[in-house]
């Protein structure tokens, strides 16, 4: 990964007193890790051996798979909010040649489901904030008509859409 003395430089021996003159880095570079951190509010619901979805900036498009192998027992502060260290082992490299240093996001699954009706969570409403109770407003199918409130049941939610199992259909126009 790096030569860190060139020929003919001077190098010093490690003994007792001295670190000695570290003259390289040498990797594998067939057994990448991803390491990053994950905030304390989602640390809770992740666990060893959960895959994960790789998104490597230099390389947009890249399918790279991986699997969630350590997460720190401790904490640490990180600009101004609370995370803990992980480590992501690589998988599958979708046919890429990886580099070590390259910067990456993961999406850690801890539920996945294809096919489904999703509602951005904005669109959300609650009936007298009951969290149990959920409904959308639907567009309303003529001018001057008012919204209708739809009952809706909700499945999963990655923070920014929600899965929608009963109350509306793919089509309803939603009030916004």
Known sequence: LSRNV??????????????GTELMTLANL???????????????????????????????????????????????SETGGTVFDVEIKITDRANQFLRAGYSANADIIIAEKDD???VPERLLSFIDGDAARPFVELAPGRPGDAPRRAPIVIGLSDGLSAEILSGISEGDVLFA
Do not use: C, F, Y
């Open 6 to 19: 060139n020929p003919g430089d001077p190098v010093v021996p490690l003994t007792t007193s001295l670190a």
């Open 30 to 76: 067939e057994d990448l890790l991803l390491k990053g951190t994950i905030d304390e509010i989602d640390v809770g619901r992740v666990q060893i051996g959960l895959p994960a979805r790789i998104s490597i900036g230099a390389l947009p498009g890249a399918d790279v798979r991986g699997e969630l192998i350590r997460i720190a027992p401790k904490a640490k």
């Open 116 to 118: 489904v009706l999703l």
